[in-house]
């Protein structure tokens, strides 16, 4: 059974109640596992208050059970924002983290900006895989 881990984007459209978000939840949670990183977390609560965070949060751990950032991952991260450095790129920490959550645990990133994600290791959800 394959694991798709939701980033924030993807997250803040499916607590917009955004058809499409809804409609691929509910093909992915019966086809497969569901994730999502602490470090959305972290991001989805900055960007609450405390209404909300009381609303959401009880919600977002009902869909997906939450994975910590490891040692592993972390040196993995490290490695790819270097690697990338070299050629010019610059990512973005949080979202090198998240990536490198998914090439370590073999997960289905889940996002609606690809283009934060230009690492051809990763596994990209695509809505065609489930049509």
């Not at 803040?12 to 086809?31: G, M, N, T, V, Y």
């Not at 040196?75 to 990536?99: C, F, H, M, W």
């Not at 959800?125 to 049509?131: Q, V």
């Amino acid at each position: 059974m394959k694991t798709y881990l939701l980033e924030t984007d993807f997250l803040i459209d499916l607590f917009k109640k955004r058809p499409e978000a809804i409609e691929i939840i509910q093909k992915l949670s019966s086809i497969g596992d569901i994730v999502t990183s602490v470090l959305s977390v972290s991001e989805l609560r900055s960007g609450w208050d405390k209404n909300e965070a009381t609303l959401y949060l009880p919600q977002l751990y009902a869909i997906a059970q939450t994975i910590p950032v490891t040692r592993e991952v972390a040196e993995k991260a490290g490695e790819l924002r270097y690697n990338y450095s070299k050629k010019g790129q610059v990512l973005p920490t949080v979202d090198t983290l998240i990536a490198a959550t998914c090439i370590i645990s073999s997960y289905c990133l889940v996002t609606r900006n690809i283009r934060h994600y230009p690492i051809s290791e990763i596994d990209v959800f695509s809505k065609k895989n489930i049509e």
